[in-house]
C-alpha cells in the first residue's frame, strides 16, 4: 500500500519554528513556494460588506458549504457570481439565506441530486425583510412596539 503525501512529510521540525518567516524560509528551503496560488488554484474572493447591494441583484450561486458558527449556530458561505462575472463570497447566519441553502441541500441529497451543495440561480436576487426584534423575550413585530429593549433588525431571503 502506498503512503499517502500526508504521511510522507515528516512535520516535526515545525514543532520548533515559532514565526511565520521561520515557517516561510523552512519551506522554501524544501523548493515549496508557499504563495504560488496559479498552482494551487487559489482565488482570493471579496466577501460581501452589505446583502443590500445585493437587493434585486440576480446572482448565480457556484457552490456552498456549511461552516460551525458562535454558540453552536450553523452559517452557510456561498461563492455567487453575478453579471459582469465577478466573483464574490456571501456569508449568513441567519433565518433567511442559510436556512434556504440548508433546506435546498438537504432536499437535493435526500433525492440524490448530483450537486447537493453547487449550482443555484437566484433570479430577482435578495429580498430584505425588516422588523422588531426584542432581544431579551425573542419576540419580533413588524411595526415598532411600545417599551424599551426593541431594536431594529433585518433578514435577507433568496429570491428565485
Same mark, same amino acid.
Request: hydrophobic share 30%.
Given at each position: 500500500m502506498a503512503k499517502t503525501d500526508v504521511e510522507r512529510f515528516d512535520s516535526s521540525a515545525l514543532d520548533t519554528i515559532d $514565526?511565520? #518567516? =521561520?515557517?516561510?524560509?523552512?519551506? @522554501?528551503d524544501m523548493g515549496v513556494d508557499v504563495a504560488d496560488n496559479k498552482v494551487d488554484g487559489i482565488k482570493s474572493l471579496a466577501i460581501v460588506e452589505s446583502k443590500d447591494s445585493l437587493v434585486d441583484v440576480p446572482f448565480l450561486i457556484l457552490t456552498w458549504r456549511f *461552516?460551525? &458558527? +458562535?454558540? &453552536? *449556530?450553523?452559517?452557510v458561505s456561498a461563492e455567487i457570481m453575478l453579471k +459582469? /462575472?465577478?466573483? !464574490?463570497? !456571501? *456569508? +449568513?447566519g441567519g433565518t433567511g439565506?442559510? /436556512?434556504q441553502l440548508r #433546506? %435546498? $441541500? #438537504?432536499?437535493? @441529497?435526500?433525492?440524490?441530486?448530483p450537486t447537493p451543495f453547487a449550482g443555484r440561480m437566484v433570479s430577482g436576487g435578495l429580498r430584505r425583510s425588516?422588523?422588531?426584534?426584542? =432581544? /431579551? $423575550? &425573542?419576540?419580533?413585530a413588524t411595526k415598532r412596539p411600545e417599551g +424599551? &429593549?426593541?431594536?431594529?433588525?433585518? @433578514?435577507?431571503? %433568496?429570491?428565485y
Open positions: $514565526s511565520p #518567516d =521561520e515557517i516561510v524560509r523552512y519551506f @522554501t *461552516n460551525p &458558527g +458562535d454558540y &453552536g *449556530n450553523e452559517f +459582469d /462575472k465577478s466573483r !464574490l463570497v !456571501l *456569508n +449568513d439565506i442559510a /436556512k #433546506d %435546498l $441541500s #438537504d432536499y437535493r @441529497t435526500a433525492h440524490a441530486h425588516a422588523f422588531w426584534f426584542h =432581544e /431579551k $423575550s &425573542g419576540q419580533s +424599551d &429593549g426593541w431594536a431594529p433588525a433585518q @433578514t435577507y431571503y %433568496l429570491d
